[in-house]
């Protein structure tokens, strides 16, 4: 039996639970509020601010645990190499968790050092800065903190009048104590796709079949797999995920994430761990789903394949309210058709548009995925949060 601290217990980190504890492991769910979706399940939580360092070192000795699985960006991520020192493992790794929490770190990794094909970019500490950036990358533009997560703070900016807003949006949406934004040439993408890929301790490097999504205020809205891609098209990604991963180094699942141009792919994000677009594993489209993966990639466990058994899709329940009172749900029943799934998160309260639960559908090879989203998105417009 392995001691795993999961550092953030959302939605991803309560399916990554139960899958250890399916393979007999004891988890320690840590979250900034009480009663996050993966303590529920855990057998122990502590609640406390992972960008306090000393809190979290103080944690760390409380729980001596033998893997650290980081599942947000909102960590003192520098202490991580302090806990590998001692012998502890750190999913993937300390490094690669450094460098993807910090949009600037792992852009300039794959731009600069590996060549990787990217949008231009530009980064800025001020609003004078900001300006200047997007003198020299044009408009329509991206403007992301370099530190945030789901989406929070990114904006699309067409035109210099509304420069002064994404500034502000970018800076409230900003985690973590690092502000400074990054300017992105805006690519007028046919599609884009999320490749989940994973590195082993000891085995070859595996993709999951490409996932499409739908994305809104850069958040994650719906997802599909297999997503329609060329051979061409799968090819660059699969070579370039494998470059910056094992540039990264460690063992887990990466989500990453790639724009497609006709036969042009570029490099967009990476996560060192699932990925919210890759709930749509859990409709049954793999032999594993993406958290099972993470997991067994993580202990060290062989995968011999990643095995595409169905097509499937996945649309989000949004909370239409804020509200600190715990979330009832309506119409539920009506989600109950052939080859559908329903999963609420679980989450204690809820925030205007947050992500409380996932609608998933599964059909077999003759099934058309355009009709299976549009079945994920009408079972998910049933579900009323209230």
Not at 133 to 139: E, L, Q
Not at 187 to 201: C, M, Y
Not at 339 to 353: E, M, N, V, Y
């Amino acid at each position: 039996m392995k001691k795993i601290l999961l550092l953030g217990s959302g939605e991803l980190g309560k399916e990554f639970t139960i899958a250890a504890l399916r393979l007999g492991h004891y988890v320690v769910a840590c979250d900034s509020y009480a009663g996050a979706p993966a303590q529920q399940v855990a057998q122990e939580a502590e609640v406390f601010s992972m960008l306090d360092g000393e809190a979290l070192d103080q944690v760390v000795r409380k729980h001596n645990p033998d893997i650290i699985v980081p599942e947000i960006e909102a960590i003192r991520t520098e202490k991580l190499y302090d806990f590998e020192k001692i012998g502890i493992q750190v999913v993937p790794s300390a490094r690669a968790v450094n460098y993807t929490m910090n949009r600037k770190a792992i852009r300039d990794l794959a731009a600069k050092e590996l060549g990787l094909k990217t949008a231009n970019y530009r980064y800025a500490r001020t609003y004078a800065e900001l300006e200047e950036a997007t003198r020299v990358i044009g408009f329509p533009c991206i403007i992301k903190p370099l530190m945030s997560s789901s989406g929070h703070g990114q904006s699309r900016v067409d035109n210099e009048d509304e420069l002064r807003a994404a500034w502000k949006e970018a800076m409230d949406g900003s985690r973590g104590d690092l502000a400074e934004v990054i300017v992105e040439e805006f690519i007028p993408f046919d599609s884009e796709i999320t490749l989940l890929t994973v590195t082993q301790k000891n085995g070859p490097t595996l993709f999951c079949a490409p996932i499409g999504h739908v994305q809104k205020h850069g958040d994650y809205r719906e997802s599909y797999q297999p997503a329609c891609v060329t051979e061409v098209q799968i090819e660059k990604a699969q070579r370039m995920a494998d470059q910056v991963t094992k540039a990264l180094t460690g063992a887990g699942i990466w989500g990453v994430e790639f724009f497609l141009k006709g036969d042009e792919v570029y490099f967009s994000e990476l996560s060192p761990r699932p990925h919210d677009t890759g709930m749509v594993t859990l409709a049954g489209t793999q032999n594993f789903s993406e958290f099972e993966l993470h997991l067994r990639a993580v202990l060290g466990m062989p995968i011999p394949c990643i095995k595409q058994l169905r097509k499937g899709a996945s649309a989000v329940i949004l909370s239409p309210i804020a509200s600190f009172e715990p979330p009832r749900y309506k119409g539920i029943e009506l989600t109950c058709e052939e080859d559908a799934d329903l999963r609420i998160f679980g989450k204690p309260f809820t925030r205007l548009h947050r992500r409380m639960g996932v609608v998933l559908v599964s059909g077999d090879d003759k099934a058309s995925i355009d009709d299976l989203r549009d079945k994920a998105k009408r079972l998910a417009s049933y579900v009323e949060v209230y």
